[in-house]
């Protein structure tokens, strides 16, 4: 049996064994949630509808402009201060992920492993991919890069959909169907493949420099698994991540052929960090909050008031760290002691992508489909 079909099938098993666990009857309840009296402005300030959102949604944020898109293949591309739609795209399949785009032209891919392209809602090109894809494609300088489950990263032309280069790395047989590390630092791409991150350079392929995050830790595949969770924090010349189940780390990025681990902290948790200059913030797999100061991840706080809420990603932004849960819920904390300032609701739903900021609108996105855009203080 090749090395391809053994990671696939690892894959299919590790899916599993997170269904029965999702699904036992000892699972703990969500922690009631605590009144809330205001302490902070905010408010909703539009909304728009999507199918349904059943896959690992990352929303794009260029020019003001938010590009999301739903189940059944539809992508929306909304103006942020107003929501009003500027275009609307179909890429002709149920999606596994996206989406990435550069302000114009958007990537999506589908569960038929097509990577598909568009320009302003019409579709450019597609491309067969040799893997699932549960990360969203970038869109950069020109290019449309793609990190399969499998590890692989691939380039493509975003004119004509061209195969640039593909890079493969040696890695552990047992991958993660979560998104993964795939951005931009200045002029070079970095991949997260297993907990090593890549600076790689984006015309060519090469590695320009690799530092691990984590080592592996246990003793069988799934115990070992630590592949890098995104989206990644950048931060300046700091990039941040969690490796799965293991730790959370930044990486300080000196130059194009020159990176350092600046910290790495033992931390469970199975959703990316977010954060800002001071601090790391991220939930562990039961969803206690910690927040860690971003120059040397000493402990700054923690908060277990939500556990338990199937908290998403977080999102920083003023005097807040914000976390979506599982009953459609926005909770903006003190992102200097953890204390809850201001809670707002969604649709019920489950908050599924990490929430994201274009100037003052902050956006959320739920699984059924609920685009919610809010403003606070």
């Known amino acids: 049996m090749r090395r391809q079909p053994v990671r696939i099938i690892a894959w299919l098993l590790a899916a599993a064994l997170a269904t029965l666990t999702g699904c036992a009857s000892d699972k703990p309840k969500p922690t009631p949630l605590e009144a809330v009296t205001a302490q902070i402005a905010g408010r909703q300030v539009w909304s728009a509808k999507l199918d349904s959102v059943r896959f690992p949604l990352g929303v794009a ?56 392209v568009m320009d302003q809602g019409t579709k450019l090109w597609s491309a067969q991919l040799a893997s699932r894809t549960t990360t969203a494609p970038l869109v950069a300088g020109e ?35 979560q998104p993964g590390v795939l951005a931009a630092h200045k002029n070079t791409l970095v991949a997260g493949i297993g907990a090593v991150m890549l600076g790689i350079d984006p015309t060519t392929g090469s590695v320009r420099w690799e530092l691990a995050v984590t080592s592996p830790r246990g003793t069988n595949e799934v115990e070992r698994l630590n592949d890098l969770v995104g989206p990644v924090l950048r931060v300046g010349d700091q990039l941040c991540a969690r490796a799965f189940q293991t730790a959370v780390g930044c990486v300080t990025v000196a130059g194009p052929d020159r990176a350092s681990l600046r910290w790495s902290r033992t931390a469970g948790g199975q959703q990316a960090v977010g954060g800002d200059a001071d601090f790391v913030f991220g939930a562990d797999a039961t969803d206690r909050i910690s927040a860690w100061k971003a120059g040397g991840g000493e402990l700054a706080w923690t908060n277990e008031r939500l556990l338990y809420r199937a908290l998403s990603a977080p999102l920083s932004t003023g005097k807040t760290v914000t976390f979506g849960d599982s009953e459609g819920q926005v909770h903006f904390l003190d992102r200097e002691d953890g204390k809850t300032l201001l809670r707002l609701p969604t649709d019920g739903s489950p908050v599924v992508a990490q929430p994201v900021l274009s100037g003052t609108t902050m956006l959320v996105v739920t699984r059924n489909g609920g685009v919610f855009a809010f403003r606070p203080e």
């Open 61 to 116: 944020v260029r020019d003001g402009h938010f590009f999301v898109a739903g189940t059944d293949g539809t992508v929306v591309a909304l103006e942020a201060q107003s929501g009003r739609e500027l275009w609307r795209g179909q890429a002709g399949g149920r999606l596994s992920a996206g989406v990435g785009s550069d302000g114009r032209r958007a990537a999506v891919v589908t569960v038929d492993n097509q990577l598909v």
């Open 143 to 177: 290019r449309v890069f793609v990190l399969g489950v499998d590890r692989v990263v691939h380039a493509f032309d975003a004119l004509d959909g061209r195969r640039l280069w593909t890079l493969q790395r040696p890695g552990e047989a047992l991958t993660l169907a």
